[in-house]
């Protein structure tokens, strides 16, 4: 038996009856899943199988391309669940070539929690264009640009 090391991205969540740790190997792949469990009744289970069914680049075409067909594949997704996640993530695609053709997860964040907040996702939308950095620092320069609208 030979040892290898394996270094694991992870992502943990803790319920009420249940500890779970779904590790991935590459950080992109955790940023999906990370992503996909943020959409409202897509949980670990349908996120997993989307992370096994297609690499980040590819599912990053698919929702670019909004390809209901190709996300049915996935087992968990039907057809009005396919047409919510491509919704829902049209907006984190960022785009150039195929290495940064990934979800970006720090601009989702700050839209769902600007969205909590009670914002529209169209005022957003206008609010963030041209904004960059953290998580935090999109939400202050939304929020900033939000309060002037």
Known sequence: ITEARVKLQVTQIIREDANLLF?????NE?????TLIKINGVGP???????????????ARVVADKDVGLLK?????????????LVELADFIVDGNAD????????????????????????????????????ASLVK?????LQRL
């Open 141 to 145: 320069q939304g929020l900033k640009k």
């Open 23 to 27: 590790g991935f190997r590459e950080v």
């Open 30 to 34: 955790k940023k999906m899943f990370d």
């Open 100 to 135: 940064s053709s990934v979800l970006d997860n720090g601009r989702a964040d700050a839209i769902l929690a600007l969205e909590s907040l009670g914002f529209k996702k169209e005022q957003i939308k206008k609010a963030l264009t041209g904004a960059s950095g953290d998580t």
């Open 45 to 59: 289970k349908v996120a997993m199988a989307t992370c096994s069914t297609f690499v980040p680049e590819t599912f």
């Open 73 to 85: 594949r996935v087992p968990g997704i039907g057809p009005k669940a396919a047409s919510r996640i």
